[in-house]
């Protein structure tokens, strides 16, 4: 027996909206019901194996079964925003998977699936209607199955009922169960009922009578009284709300089984649908059938693979002439394109083996193999011999070929990233499909073909991304800053930092004494053993067996969070020690004994530095995270002590002293802040005279402290509640705070204000020098999201701003360090701050330079101040 699949289109959208937490794609479209529709119909198509497939909505404007009754007006609440928007977009989408629509003016969607349903049962067909809306109960028949999803422990599940299903769970058939929603009403459905009668109630009348007549016919037998008297008084209403909730059979609606008939659902404009909305782990399942049916007619360029010195240099000849060409360094060789019809795979063979009675026995290479060293003079060649060289990703050819600028060279995964940095990666194959909208397997998916395509991905997608980048006004940010970062950083991850390994395990060793004395003092004070790094033992112990105040409980347990324990930290001593634990056991894990792993056998850590992952323009580090070596408490800081310059060198360290405040004051023009960063030392002291309103001599420690939380805070786009926790003061007084600073910097607030209106009418801000940071939160329906949108807003041009002046630092000392002749090099870049190890007898002339250099970064309306020191260690210098 065929097979017909009904899906509620309003019904499963909405269950989708309310199921799946809040979701948007890089353009600030909400996605969440869309995404959360789409995997409840592949779910269902997966599990019925339907020969027929359609999908009923509601029009805007429906009239509820044509039937009037003008002592009810319905309540029906109006659709949130940001699901009507999804609207449209789950139309689109499944119009693009070729699955029709179906609906008709002045009829609901329940209506079209009742009429469908039974005229194809009819027919002989089987029947599955998918639906939230318990109404369509009443279409259960023998070859009629209702489906209903709901959410039960977090996950969706779907129920099934037939006939002796309904009358199982609800006492009811599905033909009765209209008279119990004509007693007992639908207030989400606009359908009134009998006042006072509930579900329990309409259910046992109607098992009982079976109609709503006959139950009236026996009126005086009833019960309860209270049920009695309503169907007395509002008998006429009752059987008005079953009009409601009965399902026309009978819609003059156009049915074309033709037209239903389930094709391929993966087509390529669903599948650029799907990568608009980002809904990242449907791609898989799109790209995969998409690839299938691409294959025939894909426009990939022939791979030619080469393996011999003198083919490769003929075939690199041929490519003479060409304007520009892709190349990639990869695991496999080197990828370079100069057409879009062939693509030069340049493959360094790995010396196989081969099972013999004595063991392993290497095969030789042939004489004219191309071994790693020829394929590092290939890509020389290329990076010399032609006028335009397009990187998928430059960094890892770099520490190949190594780091001599070249204005000629691209690399299309940092110009991606400024088009969008909140995408998660750009990848070749990425960029092909984001680009290109072209298909090709990733390096898990085939890692050969994935590498041998990326030359070709960037040769065809860099003038794309260039063009883009033009438009967005961004080219002079990617060529003179970004391009030559990548230099800059290849530079500091191949020359490390050296760290004293010894004393790094002789002080993990230190720590772990510490922590085990720490431990037992808890477990004193406490009056029991217990696992203080699990958060439910130790929210037990504090919560329930102490009683200490604030505990918040959780699904999980209590909420042992940092801010809480801070909050009983001052009067509770144990709570304190179990903070300096959990200090102590995360400078052991992360840094005492997890930089151990890191460190080569040059003695240095060579770590990774990411300009590709934040939003905001920051360097990040990874690999391991050398930005996070803490310097604030004496234990943390000794970590610090264990980088070290090589033998005869010392280290400068040149770090911004407030470069984001400088910034804003300078980006805001407010008078007021300028004045003050020229005339004054201590920016925090005068702006405590200016909010508290005292002369600068009696601004107390408390006061600047107070001044200095609100200085930082401001640019975060602090709020009054987030102010009263870090200063421990009422809101009021946070409110007051905040007000008085910006009646001191008027023009601050106006700045700040003028960055949320730019982000919510082009949905991104800009720093000073184009950077783009979107900001989809703002078009959110979820007050937080909107909160943090606005936040964002405020704080990304300044953070921003800080984050390209601080590139141009690092450019700008590295050229300086290279034409002063000084044997010197940046080591790290820890975000406003610079390390170089530099010979000893040029450290003075080193460090005036870094000083002079990166005070001229930038011309701002205030002058960049930099604090600089030499010393024999990271904690010494800094």
């Given at each position: ?11 499963i ?23 959360g ?28 079964r ?15 925003e ?13 119009t ?92 989400s ?21 079976h ?37 026309c ?7 074309s ?27 898989k ?41 892709g190349?990639?360094?990869t ?37 004219d ?68 909208g072209?298909l ?180 990040s ?13 004496e234990?943390?800081s ?5 980088f ?18 400088r910034?804003l ?30 002369p ?10 107070n ?35 910006f009646?001191?910097?008027?023009k ?36 937080m ?27 700008k ?20 701050e ?22 001229e ?22």
């Open positions: 027996m065929e097979k017909l699949v009904l899906i509620d289109g309003h019904s959208l909405n269950r989708a909206f309310y199921g799946v937490p809040t979701l948007s794609n890089s353009a600030g479209l909400p996605t969440n019901a869309v995404y529709f789409l995997n409840i119909l592949f779910r269902i198509l997966d599990e019925e194996k339907a020969d027929y497939l359609a999908v009923a909505f509601d029009l805007p404007a429906p009239t509820f044509h039937l009037e009754y003008p002592e009810y007006k319905g309540t029906r609440k109006p659709m949130p940001e699901l009507h928007q999804q609207v449209p977009m789950m139309k689109e989408m499944l693009a998977m070729g699955i029709p629509i179906l609906s008709l003016e002045g009829y609901e969607a329940d209506d079209i699936i009742g009429t469908a349903a039974k005229r194809f049962q009819a027919e002989g067909l089987e029947v599955s209607v998918v639906s939230g809306d318990r109404d369509l109960l009443q279409l259960a028949d023998t070859h009629i199955r209702i489906r209903v999803p709901k959410t039960l422990k977090g996950t969706t599940q779907v129920f099934d009922y037939y006939p002796e299903d309904v009358q199982k769970e609800y006492q009811v058939t599905p033909q009765e169960f209209i008279e119990v929603k004509g007693l007992m009403g639908d207030t459905d606009n359908i009134p009922g009998v006042p006072s009668i509930g579900e329990k109630t309409a259910t046992a009348i109607i098992a009982a009578y109609t709503i007549e006959n139950a009236y016919a026996h009126l005086e037998e009833l019960k309860p009284p209270r049920a009695r008297k309503a169907l007395a008084e509002h008998y006429d209403l009752a059987l008005f709300s079953r009009k409601l909730a009965t399902i059979l009978d819609a003059p609606v156009e049915l089984l033709e037209k239903m008939k389930l094709q391929n659902l993966f087509t390529p404009e669903a599948y650029e649908l799907v990568r608009k909305y980002e809904f990242r782990s449907l791609l399942r799109f790209e995969g059938q998409v690839r299938e049916q691409a294959d025939a007619g894909s426009k990939e360029p022939e791979i030619v693979k080469l393996t011999g010195e003198q083919a490769a240099a003929e075939a690199l000849k041929k490519l003479a002439g060409a304007d520009a060409v190349l990639q360094w695991a496999s060789g080197l990828s370079v394109c100069g057409s879009p019809d062939q693509v030069l795979m340049f493959c360094c063979p790995a010396q196989e083996t081969e099972e013999t009675p004595f063991g392993e026995a290497l095969v030789p290479l042939p004489e193999a191309l071994t790693e060293e020829k394929l590092v003079s290939l890509a020389r060649q290329v990076l010399t011999s032609f006028p335009l060289v397009y990187a998928a990703e430059l960094k890892p050819l770099l520490h190949r070929v190594g780091t001599e600028e070249r204005e000629n060279v691209r690399d299309c995964s940092v110009a991606a990233y400024l088009l969008n940095p909140l995408k998660e990666s750009y990848l070749p194959a990425d960029l092909a499909r984001d680009y290109l072209q090709i397997p990733t390096e898990k998916e085939d890692p050969e073909k994935s590498a041998a395509l990326s030359g070709w991905v960037a040769c065809s997608a860099g003038p794309v991304l260039e063009k883009q980048l033009e438009d967005a006004g961004m080219t002079a940010l990617y060529r003179e800053i970004e391009i030559p970062l990548i230099y800059a950083l290849a530079d500091m991850e191949l020359a490390g930092v050296k760290v004293e390994g010894e004393r790094l395990t002789a002080f993990a060793e230190e720590l772990k004494e510490r922590i085990a004395g720490v431990e037992q003092e808890i477990f004193r004070e406490t009056g029991v053993s217990f696992n203080i790094n699990s958060p439910k033992q130790l929210g037990e112990v504090l919560f329930e067996k102490m009683g200490l105040p604030y505990g918040k409980k959780t699904r999980t347990g209590y909420s042992t969070a940092a801010d809480i324990l801070e909050k009983l930290a001052g009067e509770v001593p144990v709570v304190r020690k179990i903070l300096e634990y959990r200090m102590l056991t995360k400078l052991n894990s992360t840094y005492a004994t997890g930089l151990t792993a890191y460190i080569r056998e040059d003695g240095r850590i060579h770590g990774t530095f990411n300009q590709t992952i934040t939003a905001t323009g920051r360097i580090s990874t690999e391991p995270n050398l930005q996070n070596i803490p310097i604030r408490t234990m943390g000794r970590i610090r002590q264990v070290v310059p090589k033998e005869g060198y010392v280290f400068a360290d040149a770090d911004y002293s407030q470069i984001e405040l910034v004051a300078s980006l805001s023009e407010d008078g007021n802040l300028i004045d003050a960063y020229r005339h004054a030392v201590d920016i925090h002291a005068v702006t405590a005279s200016q909010v508290f309103h005292v600068l001599e009696e601004v107390t420690p408390e006061m600047r402290r001044a200095k939380a609100v200085n930082f805070g401001v640019v975060y786009g602090i709020s009054a509640f987030g102010l009263s926790e870090d200063l421990s003061i009422s809101r009021a007084d946070a409110k007051d705070y905040i007000n008085s600073y009646r001191t910097y008027p601050v607030k106006l700045f700040l204000d003028q960055q949320i209106r730019a982000a919510r009418e082009q949905g991104y801000v800009t720093t000073l020098y184009g950077r783009r940071r979107p900001i989809p939160e703002l078009k959110s329906s979820n007050f999201q909107r909160a943090f949108g606005e936040r964002v807003a405020m704080n990304s041009p300044i953070q921003g701003t800080a984050a390209d002046i601080m590139k141009i630092a690092m450019l000392v590295r050229r300086a360090l290279k034409e002063a002749g000084l044997d010197a090099r940046i080591v790290l870049q820890i975000h406003d610079l390390l170089v190890e530099v010979r000893k007898d040029q450290a003075e002339q080193a460090l005036e330079l870094m000083k002079r250099t990166m005070r970064a930038a011309d701002l309306k205030v002058n960049l101040e930099v604090d600089a020191h030499l010393g024999s260690s990271w904690l010494e210098a800094h």
